[in-house]
C-alpha cells in the first residue's frame, strides 16, 4: 500500500531534550512538508523540501531542524530552543507537477507531549 | 486580515440535513482549492479538489466556487454520523512555489443521530 507513515504516534519531550519525528513515504512524491497543528490554529508549515539535500523554512520554523538525505525520508526534530513544543505534528508529501490536479497527501501523525 | 477565512464551528446538525461548510479569501492569486476532512486525533484526507469557478459534485459532496467573490464552499447532502469531523479548506496559487497550501483553521461538524 502507498502511503505516508510516521513514528511514534505518540511522544514525550522532558524539558530541555531533542527529540525527532519519523516521517516515511512510499508515493514516490519529490515534495515534503511538516506542518504544526494546534487546536484552533489551524495547520501550520514548519519546513518544506522539494528535492533531496533541500529544505526551506515555513512560517514557523524556530526550535526545529530537518534532514532530506533520501527521497522517501523527512524527520524533523524538536531541539530544546522550542520552548512550547506541544502540538499534533503532520507530515505531508506531494508531486511538483504543477497540474490542477496537484495536492497533499498527510500521514497519520505524531503527537508530542511535554512531561 | 487572514489570507483564508473560515467559521471555526461547531456545527452540529442532525443526521439527513444538508451541510453548508464555507471559506473566504483575500488572495485573488489562489486558483485551487481543495476540501479536507479530518477526522479526531488523524491526519487530514483529501475529499475534493477543484480550480474552476462552478459547481463539481462527488456523490453527497459539492464543492462550489466563485472567484468573484473570494468564496468557496462544501456542501454534504443526507449527512450521515460518519461525516462528523473537521473540515479545512486549502488553497494554492499557480506559478512559482505554487505547491505551498494556505489552509482554513476548520470547521467542526457534528452530526446527531
Known amino acids: 500500500d502507498g502511503g505516508i507513515t510516521q513514528s511514534p504516534k505518540y511522544l514525550f519531550r522532558k524539558e530541555g531534550q531533542n527529540v525527532t519525528l519519523s516521517c516515511e513515504q512510499n508515493?514516490?512524491?519529490?515534495?515534503m512538508y511538516w506542518y504544526r497543528q494546534d487546536p484552533g490554529q489551524g495547520l501550520r508549515l514548519i519546513y518544506y523540501?522539494?528535492?533531496?539535500?533541500?529544505?526551506q523554512k515555513g512560517d514557523i520554523a524556530e526550535g526545529y531542524s530537518v534532514s532530506r538525505e533520501k527521497k522517501e525520508s523527512f524527520p524533523l526534530t524538536v531541539t530544546s530552543a522550542q520552548k512550547n513544543p506541544t502540538a499534533f505534528y503532520l507530515c505531508a508529501s506531494s508531486t511538483q507537477t504543477g497540474l490542477a490536479t496537484e495536492t497533499q497527501y498527510f500521514g497519520p501523525g505524531t503527537r508530542l507531549l511535554v512531561l | 486580515q487572514k489570507e483564508v477565512e473560515q467559521d471555526p464551528g461547531p456545527l452540529s446538525v442532525p443526521e439527513g440535513a444538508i451541510v453548508s461548510l464555507n471559506c473566504t479569501y483575500s488572495n485573488s492569486a489562489f486558483q485551487y482549492f481543495m476540501w479536507y476532512r479530518q477526522y479526531s486525533r488523524k491526519g487530514p484526507e483529501l475529499l475534493m479538489y477543484?480550480?474552476?469557478?462552478g459547481n463539481k459534485e462527488d456523490g453527497r459532496f459539492t464543492a462550489q466556487v466563485d472567484k468573484s467573490s473570494k468564496y468557496i464552499s462544501l456542501f454534504i447532502r443526507d449527512s450521515q454520523p460518519s461525516d462528523s469531523a473537521t473540515y479545512l479548506c486549502a488553497m494554492r496559487t499557480t506559478g512559482a512555489g505554487s505547491y505551498q497550501l494556505t489552509f482554513g483553521k476548520g470547521t467542526k461538524l457534528s452530526v446527531i443521530p
Open positions: 523540501s522539494q528535492i533531496v539535500n533541500d529544505f
Open positions: 508515493l514516490n512524491h519529490d515534495a
Open positions: 477543484t480550480y474552476s469557478s
